[in-house]
Structure formats: structure tokens, C-alpha cells
């Protein structure tokens, strides 16, 4: 394979993200093609193999995605699945000897993720994490912004994202699928967000969970607050809601100064501000492609990714440790 080739990409699970977001992305990457489809629904297959002209032998099912070991046409396997599902559908495809680019979070319990990491491994394959924001360039000059301690060292990050999660009968609100609430699904940008601008590992988190609709969200959390410590002795104050909607930002504030995404973890319009009145203004971009054509790089290029599987695993460490304090009622080391 030389630089230039467009490496295959079958999608497996074909919900609101895959339809709305990844598959008209792939569209518009250098490294990619929309090459299959695994899907549980017979009813979606005709519709995507028109729009997407796709061969009949490329089109799967959860239980056929073991034979994709034939097609040559598929070089990576983007997990699109709920949370609690990314760990068979990851190991189906290693199995089959396809790299493996998964949805966030990666799974519901760091043994689950050490499962997916190991089982990619044993196929020699790459395992990655759908962290969009990671290819994101107002992200990318939060980060040096930062690292660089170009308005000092970052002391405090107060980070947060919220959404009106919906209707009750969905996956996001059942534990077995979902693993948790607001934590697992929004939290995880800000959670992400403090550790990529300190470039540090959380030593002691501390949390607590408000539930308003005891009905709704008696199997997950609705909205989390904690704080975590940073070795260098920045602190993160963050909040993840399925309630409360306006949260979306992050402000990071360092001794001569601050710099602030609102919104940040939106799929597009990420706006920045600087205390200084600097731009902290780029183009936007479509994270999705973004995010797809450099692990594509990363595959072709045979170099390991930033979003790495246990980039992944360490989050879904971290929120164990938060949903550990919410329990005790303590702060949990980590
Ligand atoms: P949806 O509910 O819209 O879609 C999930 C799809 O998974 C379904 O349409 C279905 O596809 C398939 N599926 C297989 N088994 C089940 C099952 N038992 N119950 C429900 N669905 C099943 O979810 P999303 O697309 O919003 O989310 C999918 C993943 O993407 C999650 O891990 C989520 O956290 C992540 N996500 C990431 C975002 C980001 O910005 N990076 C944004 C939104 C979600 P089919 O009918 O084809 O089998």
C-alpha cells in the first residue's frame, strides 16, 4: 500500500452518528472510502448500498462480520455501536484481521477495554478512539497554548458539556448498553479536555450526582460534578448533565491569563477566546474526517495513533474512580 491509497472502511452499526455524521465525513477524506456496512437492520441495507453504491458482498451482519476476512476491499472497522457493545464488535473484527477505530467511550469497564486492546493486539492490528476534538484546531492550540505556558502554567480548568438527552427508552439511559449516564457520554469531552491540556494524569477525583427525574435516570447518572487534581497541582472542576443543555465549553486559566472554547465539543461553530484579546480563530473542520484520515495516516504510515486504545481505556479508568466517589461519598486516589 503506498501513501496515497484510500484504505476501506466498513461502518458497523448504522445509527444517528454513522447516518449523519461518519458516512457523509468519509465523503470528504483523502485517506478513506465507505467500502461496508454491518448492520443488525435488513430494512437500512438497501438504502445505504444505493447512496453509498456499495457491493452486496461488502454488506454485513453482527453474526457475518467474521467473514469480511475474505474481503480485501475493508481495511478498518469503525465501531459505531452502543458503548457495552464496542467490545464484540471490536473483537470480531481484529478476528478478522481488520483495524479497529472505535466510538467513545471505547467500553464500559477498563477490563472490557483491556479485552479489546489485547485482542487487537493478537491480530496485530490498530485499535483507536473516536476523539474527534483531538483533530480539532482550536483544540490543537488549547494544547500549546498550554504545554507551551504561553500565558503561564494552566492552574485551573473548568470544563463542561450537557445535553437533553431525550426520550427514556433509549440506550443512553440503560445500563446495560450505556454502561453509565451523563458521565460516559458527555463528560468523557471534558474529562478529555483536562488531560490534553495539562498533558497529565489525574491523582484524586471527587464527585457527586444530582438526579431530578429519579424515573428517567434510574439506571444512569444525570448530571456529575467533580474535581480532579493534577500532579503539576492545576485542578479541573467539570460537570456533565443529561439535563442541563447549555454546557459545552471549556476555560482554562493560567497566571497571566486565560483561554476559553465555548461552544467546544460541538460537531461544528467551536468558537475560542483569549483574555488577551489574541484570535484564537480557525476554520472550522469536519472532526469526523479529520479524525478518520489520520488514523488512516497512522495505519498506512504504520506509526501509532494519539487516540490509541489505551488513550481510551485511561478515561474509562478515570470515570470509574468518579463514579467510585459518587458511591463513597469520598475522593478516590488514582
Ligand atoms: P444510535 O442509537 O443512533 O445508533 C446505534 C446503532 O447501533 C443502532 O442504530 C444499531 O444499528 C446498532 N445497534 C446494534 N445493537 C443495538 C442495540 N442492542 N441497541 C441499539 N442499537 C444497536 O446511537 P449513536 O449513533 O448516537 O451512538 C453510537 C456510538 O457512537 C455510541 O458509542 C456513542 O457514544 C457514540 N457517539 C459519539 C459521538 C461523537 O461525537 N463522537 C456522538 C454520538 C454518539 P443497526 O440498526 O445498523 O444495527
Known sequence: AGPNKKLGVALCGLGKLSTDQIAPALQKTQHCRLAGIVTGS????????????????????YDTMHRMADNDDIDIVYVVTPNALHLEHTVAAAKAGKHVFCEKPLEI??????????????????????????????????????????????????????????????WRVKRALSGGGALMDVGIYALQATRYLTGEEPVLVSATETKTDPVKFAEVDETVTWTAQFPSGANAYCTASFKVGGIKNFRATADRGWFELDPAYYYGGIKGMRSDGKPLSFPQVDMFA?????????????RPTVVSGEEGMQDVKIMSAIYESIRTGRAVKI
Not at 445505504?48 to 454488506?59: C, F, G, H, M
Not at 472490557?112 to 476523539?131: E, P
Request: hydrophobic share 35%.
Open 42 to 61: 435488513s430494512g437500512k441495507v438497501d438504502t445505504w448500498r444505493k447512496k453509498y453504491n456499495l457491493p452486496a458482498r461488502s454488506v454485513y451482519t
Open 290 to 302: 479529520a479524525e478518520l484520515d489520520d488514523f488512516a495516516r497512522c495505519v498506512l504510515e504504520k
Open 109 to 170: 469497564s477498563v477490563e472490557r477495554c483491556q479485552q479489546m486492546i489485547d485482542a487487537c493486539k493478537a491480530a496485530d492490528r490498530m485499535l483507536g478512539t473516536a476523539y474527534r476534538c483531538r483533530f480539532e484546531p482550536h483544540h490543537l492550540e488549547g494544547i500549546r497554548i498550554a504545554r507551551e505556558q504561553e500565558l503561564g502554567p494552566v492552574r485551573i480548568i473548568e470544563a463542561g458539556f450537557g445535553i437533553d438527552v431525550g426520550a427514556a427508552d433509549q
